[in-house]
C-alpha cells in the first residue's frame, strides 16, 4: 500500500516569507509525528498527533512554528517568518497507534531552504 | 531512554554479512532495542527491535547479548543498497504522550562492490 507522503519535495524561500508543508500518513496510522534534520544531525522531534488527543507540541523550537491534523489525517506544518536557521529536512512519521513499540513509517522529507 | 554508542563508520563486502554492533549498558529491564536506517536523501527506515531474545525478519537478525548491555545487528547478505546510516536506539514503552525517536549518531555503513 501507499507509504508516508510529503510534499512539496524541495522548498526553496526568502527569509521572512510563511511557508506550509504538508503530509499524508499512511492510511488508519492514528499517530503523527514531525521531525526535523539538520544537515548530519540526528532527527529532532517537533510535534506529535495521537487521534483526537490534543498535539504534543513540546519540541516545537519557536512560536513560528505550527502544526495542524485536519480530519485525523492530512496533517500541515507551517513556519512563518522564516529564518536561515529553520533550513533542514522536515520529515513526516505515522505509526498504527501511539505505543512506543508499533514501528515508525517515515515519508521523504521536505528540504527546506531559507535564503 | 538510555544512551547508545556505535561505531561512526563500518566497510563491507558486498555480499557478505554485516555486523553492526551497539553498547547500551544502561539500559533498563522494561527498554527495547530498536534499529532503524537512513539512506542518503530519505526518510529513516524501521529495521528491526527486541527486548530480551534474539529477532530475525526479511531484513535483518538482531542478537541481544545475556545481560542485555549490547546488540549486534546482523544482515547476511549486504547488497549495495544497504548502505546507510544505521541507528540503534533503546526506549522505554510509555503509556500517554509522546514517543518520538531520538536517534545519536548512528554507524555509516558502507557497502563495498
Known amino acids: 500500500g501507499a507509504g508516508v507522503s510529503q510534499s512539496p519535495s524541495n522548498k526553496v524561500t526568502e527569509k521572512g516569507k510563511d511557508v506550509e508543508l504538508r503530509c499524508d500518513p499512511i492510511?488508519?496510522?492514528?499517530?503523527l509525528y514531525w521531525y526535523r534534520q539538520s544537515l548530519g544531525q540526528g532527527l529532532e522531534f517537533l510535534i506529535y498527533f495521537q487521534g483526537n488527543s490534543a498535539p504534543d507540541k513540546s519540541g516545537l523550537p519557536s512560536d513560528r512554528f505550527s502544526a495542524e491534523r485536519t480530519g485525523g489525517s492530512v496533517s500541515t506544518l507551517t513556519i512563518q517568518r522564516t529564518q536561515q536557521e529553520d533550513s533542514a529536512v522536515y520529515l513526516c512519521?505515522?505509526?498504527?497507534?501511539?505505543?512506543?513499540?508499533?514501528?515508525?513509517?517515515f515519508g521523504p522529507g521536505t528540504r527546506l531552504t531559507v535564503l | 531512554d538510555a544512551k547508545t554508542t556505535q561505531p561512526p563508520s563500518m566497510d563491507c563486502a558486498e555480499g557478505r554479512a554485516a555486523n553492526l554492533p551497539c553498547n547500551h549498558s544502561t539500559i533498563s529491564g522494561n527498554e527495547y532495542v530498536y534499529w532503524y536506517r537512513q539512506i542518503h536523501s530519505q526518510g529513516p527506515q524501521y529495521i528491526i527491535h527486541?527486548?530480551?531474545n534474539n529477532e530475525t525478519n526479511e531484513m535483518a537478525s538482531l542478537i541481544i547479548t545475556e545481560d542485555r548491555k549490547s546488540s549486534t545487528l546482523i544482515l547476511p547478505h549486504a547488497t549495495l543498497r544497504d548502505t546507510a546510516v544505521y541507528y540503534c536506539i533503546v526506549r522505554v514503552e510509555r503509556s500517554g504522550s509522546a514517543r518520538q525517536l531520538t536517534f545519536g549518531s548512528g554507524t555509516q555503513l558502507t557497502v563495498l562492490p
Open positions: 527486541g527486548l530480551k
Open positions: 512519521a505515522s505509526s498504527y497507534s501511539g505505543r512506543a513499540n508499533n514501528e515508525q513509517f
Open positions: 492510511s488508519g496510522h492514528t499517530a
